[in-house]
C-alpha cells in the first residue's frame, strides 16, 4: 500500500499554483472549450484547476479532491445528491478493510516478525542481506501500507549498517549502506504493484474504470495478480543486480553480522496467541480475494468459490475486506496491556487514512463527469492522430511519461487526473482502454529517482545515509527498466489474463460515447 509524503507547506510553487489554477478556472469559465456542451466546458475549467492544485500541492490533496462536491452543483454539471455518493463505493470499502486488517497486524508486531524470518532465511552475505531486506520489504507492501513497511524496516537496516561501520569504518561500508537503504525503498515500492491493496493508484484504477465502463466484466484481485506479480519479481531482481552488483558493489573483505536479526527476533519473543489469529485471518484474506472469481491461467480455469453462493455477482473484494476485518473485532484477546478486549480494538478507526478516502472520491468525481458530460470523449478525439502509433509504442510513451511525472506529483493524483484521458484517448484510436490503463497505473507506482517520488523513498532519504545523486543515478535507470519491463509484460501476460485483442474497441466501451449522448 501507498501514500505520497507530505509536501512543504508553503512554498513558491504551491503559491503560484494556487494563483495560476483560479485564474485557468476563470479563464475555462468565460471562454469555454465547447460552446454547444456548456456542462463539459464548465468541468473542464473545474478539472484544470484540480489537476494544477494537485500537481503543485497548492492546499493538502484531499481538500482539492472535494472541489466536486459543490462546484458540480453549483456549476450545473452533477446534482450534489448525484455527486455525494461517488466518493463512497465499494473500491473504498476494500480499501477500508484491507487497511483495518494492515493496522492490526502493525498492533501487534506480525508484520516485523515476518519480515525477520524472511530476511534470516536469505540473509547470507551483504548483498543476500539486501535482497533479503527487499523480499521482506515487498511482501508486506503487497498487503500494508508502504509507508509503514518502511518506518519498520529502516531501524533494522540501520542497525546492520552501524554494526558494519564500527567494524570497516563509514567509508568502505558507504555502498553495502546506499545499497540497503535503496533496496528497502525499492522493495516497498515494487511490491505493491502485485496487489490490488497493494497501492492506491492499483484500485483508483478499477473504481475509474468501472466509472466509465459499467459494461466491461470487473477486475478482479485474482486477475491482477497473476499479471502483475511477475512485474514486481522481475523488476525486484533487476532492482537488486543494479544495486548491489553495478552501481554500489560492496568489498569483498566487508562482511555482515547477524546478530542484529537474531536480536531482533528475540526481542519479539514467541509467537503470540493475537498474532496467530492474525496471521490465520490474514492468509484466508488473501486466499478469499485470489480464488473468488474463475481464474483463468492459459492452460487452465481455477472455479471461484463465489460461484458457490447463489448469487456469486453480489460478492466483491470489498466484502470480504469488510467481513474479515470486522472478525478482528470479534475474537478476544489475552494479552490486555494494549488496553484492548478484543484483537482489533475502536482505536484503528482514528488509524485510518482518510485523507486517502477523500483523494480517492475526487478522483471518481472527476471520472464520472469526465464520462457524464462527453469531456473525455472530447480530449480523446484531439489524439486521433496518435492511431498511426505503433500500439507498443503508445504503451512505453504513456509509461515513462507517468513514471517521470510522479516523480515530482502525488501517483495517486497523478492516475486519476490521466486515467480518464487514457481510456478516451485509447477509444479515439479504435484500442482496447485497458491496453493503455493498466501500464498506467503501474507506472506510477514505479518512480525511483527522487526522495519526493514516493513516500518509502523520502524515509530512506531521511535517514541521511545517501544523496540525492546517489539515488536519481540509479533511479533514472531503473525508471526506464520499470517502463519496459510494465510495457512487455502487460502486453503478453497481461493481455492474455484480461482478454486484450489491442486493437479492437470491446462492445464495452461504446458505453464511453453513449454516456456523452446520453
Known amino acids: 500500500m501507498s501514500h505520497h509524503p507530505v509536501l512543504q507547506e508553503g512554498s513558491t510553487g504551491q503559491r503560484v499554483g494556487f494563483w495560476l489554477g483560479l485564474v485557468v478556472f476563470l479563464l475555462l469559465l468565460i471562454f469555454p472549450v465547447d460552446v454547444s456542451n456548456p ?176 459494461e466491461a466484466p470487473s477486475i478482479a484481485f485474482g486477475q491482477w495478480l497473476i499479471m502483475a506479480l511477475p512485474i514486481s519479481v522481475l523488476m525486484m531482481g533487476l532492482a537488486w543486480f543494479c544495486l548491489t552488483q553495478v552501481f554500489y558493489r560492496t568489498p569483498a573483505d566487508v562482511t555482515v553480522d547477524h546478530d542484529v536479526i537474531v536480536e531482533e527476533k528475540v526481542q519479539l519473543g514467541p509467537i503470540s496467541y493475537e498474532e496467530r489469529w492474525i496471521g490465520a485471518v490474514f492468509a484466508t484474506t488473501a486466499l478469499l480475494w485470489v480464488f473468488r472469481v474463475d481464474l483463468n491461467v492459459g492452460f487452465a480455469t481455477i472455479p471461484g468459490w463465489s460461484s458457490l453462493l447463489g448469487t456469486p455477482g453480489m460478492v466483491d473484494d470489498g466484502a470480504v475486506a469488510i467481513a474479515m476485518a470486522s472478525l478482528l473485532f470479534l475474537i478476544p484477546t489475552r494479552d490486555r496491556s494494549q488496553g484492548s478486549q478484543r484483537i482489533m480494538g475502536p482505536d484503528v478507526i482514528p488509524k485510518l487514512p482518510w485523507d486517502i478516502v477523500l483523494l480517492f472520491g475526487g478522483g471518481f468525481a472527476l471520472a464520472e463527469g469526465l464520462q457524464r458530460t462527453g469531456l473525455a470523449q472530447l480530449i480523446g478525439e484531439q489524439f486521433v492522430a496518435l492511431a498511426a502509433l505503433p500500439t507498443f509504442a503508445m504503451i512505453i510513451l504513456v509509461c515513462l511519461g507517468i513514471t517521470f511525472l510522479t516523480e515530482l506529483t502525488s501517483n495517486l493524483a497523478t492516475t486519476e487526473m490521466i486515467l480518464p484521458i487514457l481510456a478516451a484517448v485509447a477509444v479515439a484510436t479504435e484500442m482496447n482502454p485497458l491496453i493503455l490503463m493498466i501500464p498506467a497505473t503501474l507506472s506510477a507506482s514505479c518512480a525511483f529517482m527522487m526522495p519526493v517520488a514516493t513516500p518509502p523513498n523520502a524515509i530512506v532519504f531521511g535517514s541521511g545515509r545517501l544523496t540525492v545523486g546517489e539515488m536519481a543515478r540509479v533511479g533514472i535507470f531503473l525508471n526506464i527498466i520499470g517502463a519496459v519491463v510494465v510495457s512487455v509484460i502487460v502486453f503478453t501476460v497481461g493481455t492474455v489474463v484480461f482478454d486484450i485483442d489491442p486493437n479492437i474497441v470491446p462492445d464495452w466501451a461504446h458505453s464511453m460515447a453513449e454516456g456523452a449522448e446520453g
Open 39 to 214: 456542462p463539459a466546458s464548465r468541468l473542464a475549467a473545474v478539472a484544470m484547476l484540480m489537476a494544477i492544485w494537485w500537481v503543485t500541492a497548492a492546499i493538502p490533496l484531499f481538500a482539492t479532491a472535494l472541489l466536486p462536491l459543490f462546484l458540480y452543483p453549483f456549476l450545473g454539471i452533477l446534482g450534489g445528491r448525484e455527486t455525494a455518493p461517488i466518493y463512497f463505493n465499494s473500491t473504498i470499502v476494500l480499501y477500508i478493510g484491507g487497511f483495518m486488517i494492515a493496522l492490526t497486524m502493525q498492533k501487534w508486531n506480525l508484520h516485523k516478525r515476518i519480515a525477520l524470518g524472511i530476511i534470516q532465511t536469505i540473509g547470507g552475505g551483504p548483498s543476500r542481506i539486501v535482497l533479503g531486506f527487499m523480499v521482506a520489504a515487498g511482501f508486506l507492501s503487497m498487503w500494508i501500507s508502504n509507508t509503514a513497511t518502511a518506518v519498520m524496516m529502516i531501524p533494522i537496516g540501520l542497525a546492520i549498517v552501524l554494526k558494519i561501520e564500527d567494524s570497516f569504518g563509514v567509508e568502505r561500508s558507504h555502498a553495502f549502506t546506499v545499497a540497503l537503504m535503496l533496496g528497502i525503498a525499492y522493495g516497498c515500492s515494487v511490491g505493491g504493484l502485485s496487489t490490488l491493496v497493494g497501492t492506491p493508484p492499483n484500485l483508483s484504477f478499477v473504481r475509474i474504470f468501472e466509472i466509465l465502463f459499467p
